[in-house]
């Protein structure tokens, strides 16, 4: 076969062209240098923290030392003035941190982190105590009345950690944690008592401890940049400071015959906790850089809404309260450490509605929300924290309370700013900043357990079979409140929410503060869109009224996750 003489050269001259080219200089463009890791550098910020309680329990042992007495009560008196309470150590810290990240094979990142809290969380309790010399009756009638007073106290709590994560998106850090934990801590036990025929004169018995402990902690959470050189994050953290005891500086329980006579009961207490406990935690951080190109090209401002159409969402939930916290009701504190789980087991009252409502347009948005529920407690989810004095009244660990409570706030925000992220199509970040009025009814019946009365009517008790009632009638108040707003939308429908808000002022309670967390979808269903909800809610107050016997008030934090179905139109 031949070749045609054209296509043969047209085939030298291709081959020879291709062999040129390759001895020629390549016009390829530069590869380009791929962004530094978003991660990378060192970071400062502010956090705030939630203590939650974890061993809940301060003993409190005592030993007889030396008993001159005809009727042997001595180990009846160190009996009395032994005995264990719970004492909750929870309550809101604040606190700074600083940290280094190293990103690393694309997604890994590597980091340490050193941080303190302070502000102090306290805890403690009380129990009463009547016991006798076996066998008790009128031919033996001595008896040791006792109250044992017992407090803890976190007063500061730091950690140095290392950090190991991976960046989920360029912009979401994952991570787990674990190091090193310390902080100062303290623990003190006041034992009262007095012997019945009361004969002797009696010195009360001090036990006290105070120092610094060292422990451990781990953990995990979730970090994400929102915004150039600002991220936000959410932390869990567990404890563990060791066991701390009053082994130390002990002042004896005494009993003496009076106008300074002979010694002739003597008592030694020791009082030991664990603290140990759950830390849940948000915290802002600034990403210093050092030197690195800016990560600001990576986000740029997105245009936000213009005032027109009205948008409305109404939304009945259901919030499963936990509450941990002081009921106060005729100058009578009970100290409630109560579950969801105790409510439906327990509670001889569990009524409730809930439900919030949201009106926007544009850049302004209006929100309204009501709480209403009436729980009973009993059992041993209550204890008492203010018993009467010894020789008033002795009284056990359980008590009963009914309250009724209702919380409707409602606030008007204004959006701040809204950005996104380069490339991320309807994706944005969205700040609003809201300031309104939050409305608190409490009303409380306590029905205490009685081992013995006198003087009833003088505390305002109303006494009969062996149960004293405090009815406190009702108390209401109003806090201003101002707060911020953070909302995500990953895409149209989808949107986290991150709300806190603080308030009171000494204008309604001292002091009240909420955080919320959640994640929202949208359903279509013929013409209406319907939101699904899931969260984390919780909300604090400190609020007390009158004094003495006329005393009433709400010290607790009320937390729980939520869900809700929204109606949008």
Same mark, same amino acid.
């Given at each position: ?222 970090? =994400? ?84 159409? =009205? ?259």
């Amino acid at each position: 076969m031949k070749i045609a003489p054209s296509v043969t050269g047209l085939g030298i001259v291709l081959v020879a062209g291709s062999a040129l080219a390759a001895d020629l200089p390549s016009r390829k463009a530069p590869p380009v240098s791929p962004p530094p890791p978003l991660w990378t550098g060192f970071y400062v910020g502010l956090n705030g923290d939630y203590l939650l309680k974890g061993n809940n329990s301060i003993n409190t042992a005592t030993a007889n030392l030396f008993d001159a007495t005809v009727t042997g009560i001595g180990p009846a008196s160190a009996l009395g003035a032994s005995g264990g309470v719970g004492g909750r150590l929870d309550g809101f810290v604040t606190g700074v941190q600083l940290g280094y990240n190293w990103q690393f094979a694309d997604r890994f990142v590597a980091g340490f982190e050193t941080d303190i809290q302070g502000g102090g969380v306290q805890g403690g309790g009380n129990f009463g105590t009547v016991t006798s010399v076996p066998p008790a009756g009128l031919l033996n009638p001595s008896s040791a009345v006792t109250e044992v007073k017992v407090s803890r106290r976190l007063d500061y709590f730091g950690t140095v950690r290392g950090r190991f994560g991976f960046a989920v998106t360029p912009t979401l850090l994952a991570y787990a944690t674990g190091g090193l934990a310390y902080g100062r801590v303290s623990t003190n036990a006041t034992i009262k008592q007095s012997l019945v025929p009361n004969l002797f004169t009696s010195t009360d018995g001090d036990a006290d401890f105070a120092g610094t402990r060292v422990g451990w902690t781990v953990g995990g959470g979730v970090e =994400w940049a929102f915004y150039p050189n600002l991220s936000a994050k959410l932390e869990y953290l567990y404890y563990d400071l060791g066991v701390a005891a009053t082994n130390n500086g002990i002042s004896l329980l005494t009993h003496s015959i009076p106008l300074g006579g002979a010694l002739r009961v003597a008592n030694a207490s020791t009082t030991s906790t664990r603290f140990n406990g759950h830390v849940i935690r948000a915290g802002l951080n600034y990403h210093l850089d050092w030197g690195a190109p800016s990560s600001t090209d990576a986000f740029v401002a997105a245009e936000r809404p213009a005032l027109g159409d =009205w948008q409305f969402r109404f939304a009945p939930y259901a919030w499963a309260i936990h509450l941990n916290g002081d009921l106060t009701a005729r100058g009578r504190s009970v100290d409630t450490n109560v579950s969801f789980y105790d409510l439906l087991t327990k509670s001889n009252h569990l009524l409730a509605w809930m439900s919030y409502a949201e009106a926007r347009n544009g850049p302004f948005s209006f929100y309204g929300d009501i709480v209403w529920a009436r729980l009973g407690f009993f059992g041993g989810g209550l204890r008492q924290t203010n018993p009467i004095g010894l020789s008033t009244l002795s009284i056990d660990a359980n008590a009963n309370i009914t309250t009724t409570l209702a919380i409707g706030e409602a606030w008007m925000g204004y959006e701040l700013a809204r950005w996104r992220q380069s490339g991320g199509g309807d994706s944005f970040t969205a700040i609003d900043a809201y300031g309104g009025l939050r409305y608190w009814y409490l009303s409380n019946t306590l029905q205490l357990s009685v081992t013995g009365a006198i003087n009833l009517p003088l505390l305002g008790l109303d006494f009969g079979g062996g149960r004293a009632l405090a009815k406190t009638g009702s108390t209401q108040w109003v806090d201003p409140i101002l707060g911020l707003r953070l909302r995500h939308q990953i895409k149209p429908g989808d949107e986290f929410q991150l709300r806190g808000d603080i308030g009171g002022f000494g204008a309604g309670s001292k002091f009240s503060w909420q955080l919320f967390g959640g994640y929202s979808h949208d359903f279509k269903i013929c013409d209406w869109t319907i939101t699904s909800v899931v969260g984390y809610r919780a909300l604090s107050v400190d609020y007390s009224n009158g004094s003495g016997n006329s005393q009433k008030g709400l010290d607790a934090i009320i937390h729980g996750p939520m869900i809700a179905t929204s109606f949008r139109f």
